[in-house]
């Protein structure tokens, strides 16, 4: 009975690990903004902005700090910190 209940402990934290490794976070500067397509470009590499972020207050060439996931193939925003 032991066993099975650190198996299912195990097994649960592994999951859990799992669920946030798909999160990464990069810091570069902006080159492109689409705010019709809600796309900015950092690094060479198309990010889709959630409707939850106001893309309007970017600019290019502006540093930024970006928590990303990739959902269907797609880059998509998590959050975003300026500076």
């Known amino acids: 009975m032991r ?3 650190i198996a299912a402990v195990a ?3 592994f999951l859990a690990g799992m669920a946030t490794a798909g999160a990464a976070e990069i810091t570069a500067s902006i080159t492109h903004i ?8 950092i690094d060479h590499r ?6 939850t972020i106001d893309i ?3 600019k290019i060439g502006e540093q930024v700090t970006i928590v990303y996931e ?3 193939g797609q880059l998509r925003i998590v959050s975003i910190s300026v500076g």
């Open 56 to 58: 309007g207050i970017l």
């Open 70 to 72: 990739i959902v269907d």
């Open 11 to 13: 097994g649960a934290m």
């Open 46 to 51: 198309a990010f889709h902005v959630p409707t």
């Open 3 to 5: 066993r099975r209940m």
């Open 34 to 41: 689409d705010v019709k397509a809600r796309i900015v470009v």
